[in-house]
C-alpha cells in the first residue's frame, strides 16, 4: 500500500512533469517567484493554458493536503485561526501604494526605513508587516529589512508612480487590472466585517436571519445602512468606485474564451438582444460584443453605476450595438424581448427571498425561448455530490471529482469559492451556492437549468436556464 503521503507527492511529481513538458515545447521556462508579473507575457500566457493551469490545480490541491498532512495539527489550527492578519498586512499594502514604490525601486529593492519614510509609517511595524506577507511569498526580503517586488507582489501594481497613487485615490486603480482594487475591498469592508461573522450567526436575534441588514457589514463598519447604499453616501465616493473596478478583476482573471466557450453564443441569430442584468460596467456583454459584433445588447443597472457603464463602452467599443439601462432588480424588468439574460456574480449578493423575486420579475419579462445564463462560483461539496443535480448535463466536470487522495472537491485549490461565499454573507447575507440550490432557487421562480459549463481557465460556472 503507497501511504498518501506517497501519493500525494507523486501527484505532485507528475503535475510538474506535465507544466516541464508543456513549457519545454514552447521553448519557455515556467515563471519565478522571483520574476516580475507581466500578464501579457509568454510565459504567464502559457501558465494559464487548460493543459498548464489544469496540473498547476492538482499541485495546490496536493500541496495544500501535504502541507496539511505534516504539519503538527495544534500549529495547523492555531495558524488557520490567525490569518485574518495577512488579510490586515496586505491592505497596509495596498492602500500605501508599497508595490509602486518598490517597482520605482528596481530589483535590488528599498530598506524598511526609506519605505516608511516616504509613506509616513512607523519602520519596525512596517518591517513586521513585510515580513509576514514575503513569507507568504508575496514581496522578497533581499536583505535584512530590504525588501523588493516579486511575481505575486507585482500582480498588485496599479501601473502608477507611487506620488500618483497616494495623491489621487480616485484616480489610483485607472487603468489597473482592478487586482488592487479587489483587495483594498477583501481587506478593508470585507475584513473588518468577517469579524462579526460568529456574533451574527451565533445570536438568537440574527441566526437565523434572511435580512440584508443588521448583518456582519452593519456592525463592521458601523452603519445602518446596506452596502449598496453607504457606497451611495456623500464622502464614499472613492469606495464605490474602488468597488466598481474591483468586479473589473474577475474579468482581467479570466481568459476572455472562458466566457465564450460555455453557452455558444454563436448560436444566437444576428440581431439578438443580449442583456446584461445588472452588469455594473457591462464587462461580460463587452467580451461576447467583441466576438459576436452581430448580437445587440443592453446593460442594465443603477443610474450612478449606468454612467460609468456609458464611459466604457465608450472607450472600448465605440462601435457595438448598445444600450442603457436604468433598473431596479426588484422591479419590472424593462427588456421584454430579450433572447438571453446574463446574471454574473449578482445572485451570491442576496439571500434566497431576494433572489426569487428578481429570478420571478426575469422569468415575467421572458419569451418562452429566452435563455437565462447564469456565471457564478458553484459550491462544490467536500464529499461526493450524491444530489440530483448531478444528473444536469454538463454537471458532472462540476461537482467533485478529484483523483484520490485529494479531497474531491481539490480542497485547498477550490478554497477561493468557500471564502467568496463567507465574504458574502458578511457584506451582504448573500452566499455562493451548491449547483442542487440553485435548481432549487431557479424551481421556486419558474425556471428550469437545462445545462451547465465548466471552462477551464474561468473561476466562473455557467448556469443555461430556460422558463418552464
Ligand atoms: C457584484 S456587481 C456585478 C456586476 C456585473 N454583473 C459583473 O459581473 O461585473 C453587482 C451589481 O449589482 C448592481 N445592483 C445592486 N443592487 C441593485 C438594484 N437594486 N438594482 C439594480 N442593480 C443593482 C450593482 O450596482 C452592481 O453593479
Redesign the pocket.
Known sequence: MTSPLRQLSALISSSVDVIEREFASQGLSYPSLDDFFDPTSHAEVFARVPVVAEAARLIVAAGGQLSALVHPPGLYVIERGITSFDAAALNVVVVKGIVELLREAGPKGLHVDHIAAKTRMDSAKLARVLRLLASNHIFRETSPDVFANNRLSSALDTGKSHTAHQASPMLRHEGASGLAALVEVQTGEGLKSSGWISDFMTSSSTATSHDIVNIPFNKGVGTELTI?QWWETPGNEYLKARF?KA??A??SQEQPEAILNGFVWGGLEPGSKVV?V????G??ASVVATAHSGLRFVV???PS?IEHSKKFWKAHLPKANVEFEV????GEQPVKDADVYI????LH?WPEWHSVQMLRSLRNAAQPATKLVI?EHVVVYACEDTTEARAIPGAEGMVAGAPEPLLPNFGVAAHFSYLSDLLMMALLNGEERTLASFAQLLRKAGWKICEVHSVPGSVFKQIVAQPV
Open positions: 449598496w466598481n468586479m473589473e474577475y474579468t446584461d445588472a452588469g455594473g460596467l464587462t461580460v442594465e443597472d443603477r453605476v433598473f431596479d432588480l426588484f446574471l454574473r456574480n449578482i449578493d456565471m
